[in-house]
Every structure is written in C-alpha cells, then in structure tokens.
C-alpha cells in the first residue's frame, strides 16, 4: 500500500484530468489501491469552487462515489504567477493537516509542455520541491512531449534538474504502463524455451506497428507541428524496441532495468543522409471512402496548413549494433487513418537452414512468428507450421494464442492506473530516465533535419484507410520480407480486414 500522499494536477481542468486521471484514480480507489490518507488538488486558470469542480468531473466522467468526491479539492492558479505557488503552499498545509499526508505531494503536469519550466521553478521558489527529513517526498509528474528535439529536450532536462533531482522526476509514457509491454520482460526473462533464441543467430527481424484508424480529429493544430515521428516513434514505439531487444537486468528494479534500456538506445546505429533516403518513408493520408463514408485529406483537416508537409505515418529501418543483435534489421511503422487501431511486436524467426518442404508449403511467409500484442485484445501469438490432416503432404500454418481477457475475469487496467499507482508507490521502472529520452532524441533528430533541409525528400500520399503509401513495403520486400497486416482480433490478419 503506497504512503498517505495528496496528488496536485496542474491543468486540471483540461481533457487529460476528465478522461484519464480521474477515472484512473477512481478504479484505483475501487480496487482497494489508494493510501489510507489521499486527497486530490485541482489547479487551473479557470475560476471554480471544490463544488463546481467536483460536478464538473461527474458530467464528464461519470457517477463517482459522494467519498471519493469528497477527496477532491481545486485552487484557481496561474502557473506563470509566482505568487500563487506560496497560495498552493499554504493550501497544501490545509490538506495535510486535515488528511494526515506527511508532507508526501505528487505534482502533475497536466499543462502544455510551455510551463514545465515555470511550474517546476515556481514550485521551488515555493519550498515545494525537497523531500523532508521526515520522509515526505515531492514528486513531479511530467507529460509527453518532452522536447522538440535533441537540444530542446536536453535544455528541459537541464532547467527541472535545478529544482529536482532525478529520482523526483517521472517522466510518463503511457505505453510502458499497458499490460502486455509490461509483459515483455517476463515472457522474456522467465521462460527458458525462448530467451536462447532472442538473438541473431535465430532471428529473422523484428517489427513495431502501432496504427490508428482516426485522422488527427481535433488535434490538427498540434500535430500539425509534430507529426508522426516524434508523436509515436521517439518516445512509444522506441522504448518498446527498447523492450524487445534489451539485455537481462542485473535485477527487476527501476534502475537495472532502464540501464539496459538506454543501452539499447545508445547502441541504435546512426543513420548517414543516404540511410534517411533509403530507410526511412514518410507519408500523408489522402482523401478517400471507407464504409461508404467519405474521409478527409490530411490537409483539409481543421487547423492543418493546406500546403502541410508534416507526416501522418512513417516507416523506419533501422540496426542495433551489439553482439546480440548485429545486422538484424528492426522496423517501425505508424500511421493515422490506417484500417485498424493496433500496437504489437512481431518477432519473425528465420527459416530452418534447408526448407525441405518448400514444395508443398501452403504458405511459408508467416511461418515461425511470435506476435506480442500490445493493444487491442491483448496476448501473444505464435505462428508455426504443422501437417495438414489428410491424404498427402500439405504443411500449413497453425497458431498457439494466448488472450489476457481470459486468464482473469477482472479487466485490464488502464495504462494510467498503473502509472499512478507506480509513482505513489515511488517505482519508476515504467518511467523515462533524462538520459533516455535524449538517445531517443539523438536517433530521430539527423531524420527531422534531413526532412527540414532537403525539400526533395519525398512524402508519399496514402489513401485513408489502407496501411500507408506503398513505399514503405519496399523497406521489407528488398530483403524477402513482408509487414504483417494485423487486424483488431489479435488471430486475424489482412491486407485490408477492416474495411
């Protein structure tokens, strides 16, 4: 059970509050998983009581019990207003003392990335950033995006790094708190079947899709300057590279863990300007009808430049030079309006040394593969080769599947419960380290540059609802290979199933 603690969210009237960490801490509460002693404090612009924050919450979450509500309080603040820290001070007293919280605050950054830097020094001008001799800890929850590139992202690193050290700092990437990423490292780690064949002796490659079936909705404006790569791939999609193809801790606690994944990331072979041309296809989804609805181009979005050159789908090549790994191709692909909404790891292990029955395979393509899937219908899948029963030799591929809806009749948590949960109970495992973030950043900044100043890198059109520009096949098909199609049940898998 984590200690008495009260959580400040700042931006607490915005989307991320309403939807995720309300109902987050809710279904925490339910599950017996909230201290004894806990209260929340709402922060914001907007002017509101307890009570008409309060009532907010209910219509946009749903009922919440009178007891949990009644843990709920809200404090008007303008975090670029120094003065207002020393009025959350005091507030925060107010809470301790009736709620008995020993000084333990969590402070979350539920504001656009702009005023990390002064919510961090207002809350150190404040008092508000050192633990206490007697135990209290402040922690300091931060959202993605963490910087904009390289030197962007080291700069904030650099300015929290005054206020807080770096065991204060929670950096959230809600993929590491989904069940089946957190999964990796045991069906890893714990079974003795696989672990001798994760390398490069027994590998094939290793692919990373994680697809969307919506456009940009009503987030043009902001996507519209980050695009694809650095909204899914330098912070999601890598770190379950990182996952994948990390060596074993020296132990299952945060730090031996997230040593090893930066070592991942440190290893990632640069690309040159010609790998960028070769290896790396970027694309924008086009208008086209699916379901006989009619889909928006990218461009005609709300808040997207009609001119817009930034990408709603990116495909990358890319080695990780070490001994386990060396000349193993990994890929990542991700996209909007692509036809199913899915995140999984496809490992493809390569063919027996002779293919004895190659004659009379059905079809060799998706032999020996291990699906790790992430979200939806999360499991593991694997593909392997079997007898057709009957007459003759017909080999055919058979599946072994394993759904988590079916090991428990209790729901999967959401991805923020665990988070929560894990910062509470002072466990950073499934949060970034700075020196992780920044060789995420050092890998993507040489392609953002590359996109920024050669025009004549292309960006391929897509038509809405299918898996990207046909480019990005080329990246698999030069070297016999082939993306896998997911579709929304993890057993399945089309070109175009969800049409």
């Not at 806990?38 to 919440?64: C, H, I, N, P, W």
């Not at 001798?196 to 290793?206: A, K, M």
């Not at 020196?435 to 059109?461: H, M, R, T, V």
């Amino acid at each position: 059970m984590p200690a008495d603690q009260v959580l400040v969210i700042f931006g607490a009237s915005g989307d991320l509050t309403e939807r995720k960490l309300i109902p987050a801490l809710y279904a925490l509460k339910n599950r017996g998983l909230l201290p004894g002693n806990f209260a929340v404090l709402g922060t914001g612009r907007t002017v509101m009581s307890d009570d008409e924050f309060r009532q907010k919450l209910k219509e946009k979450g749903g009922e919440y019990d009178p007891a949990f509500l009644a843990t709920i309080h809200y404090l008007p603040l303008d975090p670029q207003n120094p003065e207002n820290y020393y009025a959350l001070r005091e507030q925060l007293r107010h809470i301790d003392h009736d709620f008995k919280v020993q000084g333990n605050y969590i402070f979350y950054l539920a504001t656009p990335p702009l005023l990390y830097e002064s919510v961090a020094e207002g809350l150190a001008a404040a008092g508000l950033n050192h633990n206490e001799p007697n135990g209290g800890l402040k922690k300091l929850v931060i959202e993605k995006p963490f910087g904009y590139s390289l030197e962007t992202a080291k700069n904030l690193n650099r300015k929290l790094l005054l206020y807080f050290e770096e065991n204060q700092l929670f950096r959230i990437d809600h993929y590491l708190g989904k069940e089946t990423a957190q999964n990796i490292l045991v069906f890893r780690f714990a079974n003795g079947i696989f672990e001798p064949l994760w390398n490069r002796n027994y590998i094939d490659h290793i692919q990373v899709t994680s697809s969307e079936s919506i456009g940009v909705e009503n987030r043009g404006g902001y996507y519209d300057t980050a695009g694809a790569l650095r909204d899914m791939v330098q912070n999601h999609l890598l770190q379950l590279v990182a996952l994948a193809a990390m060596e074993p801790p020296a132990g299952f606690d945060a730090d031996s863990i997230r040593n090893e994944t930066v070592k991942v990331f440190q290893s990632i072979k640069p690309y040159t300007p010609d790998d960028i041309r070769k290896n790396v296809i970027r694309g924008q989804y086009i208008a086209s009808t699916i379901k006989g609805e009619k889909m928006k181009a990218y461009r005609d979005e709300k808040g997207v430049d009609p001119a817009s050159r930034t990408e709603t789908f990116v495909a990358l090549k890319f080695f990780i030079d070490n001994w386990r790994w060396g000349g193993i191709p990994f890929y990542i692909r991700t996209g909007k309006r692509l036809p199913t909404r899915v995140t999984e790891i496809v490992v493809r292990f390569k063919n027996t040394p002779h293919r004895l029955f190659r004659s009379i395979f059905d079809d060799e393509s998706g032999t020996n593969q291990l699906i790790i899937r992430i979200q939806p219908d999360e499991g593991i899948l694997l593909r392997f080769s079997l007898k057709q029963p009957g007459a003759g030799y017909t080999v055919k591929n058979a599946s072994l599947d394993f759904h988590y809806s079916k090991m428990s009749e209790e729901r999967i948590p959401e991805a923020y419960e665990r988070l929560i949960n894990d910062c509470m109970m002072n466990d950073s495992t499934l949060y970034t380290r700075g020196d992780a973030l920044e060789s995420c950043w050092k890998f993507i900044d040489p392609i953002l540059n590359a996109w920024k100043d050669d025009p004549a890198q292309k960006i391929y059109g897509y038509p809405a609802g299918t898996w990207g520009p046909v480019e990005a096949d080329a990246l698999l098909n030069s070297n016999g290979q082939s993306w896998r199609y997911p579709c929304k049940n993890l057993t399945d898998d089309e070109n175009f199933c969800e049409l």
